[in-house]
């Protein structure tokens, strides 16, 4: 049985920081994580992913236009904890923000449907 806890939501000021984390209990399979985020009324979309070398595989990750430059995504393969480091944010970035795991080999990082295994959510608030 995989589970996928978050933390590290709130509420924080514009231009503000906060950090987000995620530990996976349970066989997720491949080393690659990602974190996605939903607004009110919108659909869910690929805000991060980051994947640990594996096989003929090199390590990596992907951003989101929207926040590159201001969040970094970083992954602990040996206890299956993701985080996410959110910086400069603005008040766009509200959202609730999912971690994800379980990626199928060919579908896209920022495909909802890619993925396996979902966390229960956690809101950041910036304004």
């Known amino acids: 049985h995989v589970q996928l806890v978050e933390s590290g939501g709130g509420s924080v000021q514009v231009g503000g920081s906060q950090r987000l984390s995620c530990v996976a209990s349970?066989?997720?399979?491949?080393?690659?994580m990602a974190w996605f985020g939903q607004a009110p009324g919108a659909e869910r979309e690929g805000v991060a992913a980051v994947w640990d070398e594996e096989g003929d595989s090199i390590g990596g990750s992907f951003y989101a236009d929207s926040v590159k430059d201001r969040f970094t995504v970083s992954l602990n393969s040996a206890n299956s904890t993701v985080w996410l480091q959110m910086n400069s944010l603005k008040p766009e970035d509200t959202a609730m923000y999912y971690c994800?795991?379980?990626?199928?080999?060919?579908?896209?990082?920022?495909?909802?449907?890619?993925?396996?295994?979902w966390g229960q959510g956690t809101q950041v608030t910036v304004s």
């Open positions: 994800a795991a379980g990626k199928s080999k060919y579908g896209s990082w920022a495909r909802v449907s890619s993925y396996s295994y």
């Open positions: 349970g066989d997720v399979g491949r080393k690659y």
